[in-house]
């Protein structure tokens, strides 16, 4: 026999409220099938007793435990971290729970094992980071075993219910025409890795800037990266070589701007005197290394909180959420007018 806690149980609302126990359990479960009046009713009993709906018992009800996932194959740590803290955000003080599951978009097993995971964990929705959110047969899936998704990218994916993007390519094209006012006209970029959507949005806006000014760029200013500091080091150097040298480089993300500032003080470059860097992203790296990095904030951690809270909201809410955000410039002192 079970000992008894004393805290009030779905059999007391019921009895309490005069309706069943299966209305109980509609009006937690948020079914549709209830007037307003009994679902507000059951809802001020419940608060009045201070009953908390057993998260084990719901899960059974709705054929799914109260878990979000998270599903990634990104090479940037803080970039994951940052949507990770995003999603927890929206999720604090409820009744979810985030998993995190790291996948190998290259494997050709990769449909069946995300397949597999979401069966077995029951999620009651995922957020799919890019480059794995581009994959159409992934939300495809989703969508077929009836799992709630939502799509993370640098340009629009899906329906506005099942998305949230930002504004890459016009972001860019505003930070290198801040280069271009600068009165630089050799201008470097470093690119993101092969297969991203971010990459390739961010090397449209670069290009769509030096092209509104009439810039022609050659393929020696054009590096690539993997969006690692390492990539980024090696990237500069190629750049660095050069002759003439770039006077100023645009990197798409921060840590291999990061990388590329390193490079130049190795080679005793002053940034920004004789080599102006940009970056993407905001991370706390771009505020903390010398000079402070200018770069793209990209508003990752809100865009991870509406897609959380899309996920678990009911109905119309999904789509109250915002789905476009915009990244903007941010100005600090790693930009100055070219010497020569």
């Not at 806690?5 to 007391?12: C, F, H, M, R, V």
Request: proline content about 6%; charged content about 25%.
């Amino acid at each position: 026999m079970m000992r008894k806690t004393g805290l009030p149980t779905i059999n007391d609302v019921a009895r309490i409220a005069g309706v069943s126990k299966k209305t109980v359990s509609r009006v937690i479960n948020r079914s549709p099938l209830l007037s307003d009046d009994t679902r507000k009713h059951v809802e001020d009993v419940i608060s009045g007793l201070g009953y908390v709906p057993n998260p084990q018992a719901r899960a059974l009800a709705l054929r799914r435990n109260f878990l979000i996932g998270l599903i990634h194959d990104n090479p940037n740590a803080q970039m994951v971290m940052n949507v990770q803290q995003g999603i927890l955000e929206s999720l604090h003080g409820t009744e979810f729970e985030l998993v995190v599951r790291p996948i190998d978009r290259g494997s050709a097993t990769m449909l069946d094992d995300v397949r597999n995971f979401l069966e077995r964990q029951r999620l009651f929705g995922v957020v799919l980071l890019p480059p794995v959110s581009e994959n159409d047969q992934l939300a495809k899936l989703c969508n077929d075993i009836g799992c709630r998704y939502v799509r993370m990218g640098s340009a629009e994916l899906d329906d506005s219910a099942h998305m949230v993007a930002s504004n890459d390519c016009e972001a860019v094209t505003a930070a290198v025409d801040y280069l271009i006012e600068q009165g630089h006209r050799r201008i470097g970029l470093v690119l993101g890795p092969h297969g991203f959507r971010s990459a390739r949005e961010r090397r449209q806006g670069f290009e769509q800037a030096l092209s509104a000014a009439k810039i022609t760029l050659p393929r020696s200013m054009i590096a690539e990266g993997n969006y690692t500091f390492e990539s980024g080091v090696m990237a500069a150097d190629r750049l660095l070589d050069l002759m003439p040298r770039p006077s100023a480089i645009f990197a798409c993300n921060d840590e291999m701007a990061a990388g590329v500032l390193h490079a130049a003080r190795q080679r005793g470059i002053d940034v920004p005197r004789d080599l102006s860097i940009i970056g993407f992203d905001d991370t706390p790296i771009a505020a903390h290394i010398w000079p402070p990095l200018t770069t793209v904030r990209w508003p990752i951690i809100s865009m991870a909180r509406s897609a959380a809270l899309k996920l678990t909201a009911d109905g119309d809410e999904m789509v109250e959420e915002p789905s476009m955000f915009r990244s903007t410039l941010i100005r600090r002192g790693s930009v100055a007018p070219p010497r020569d």
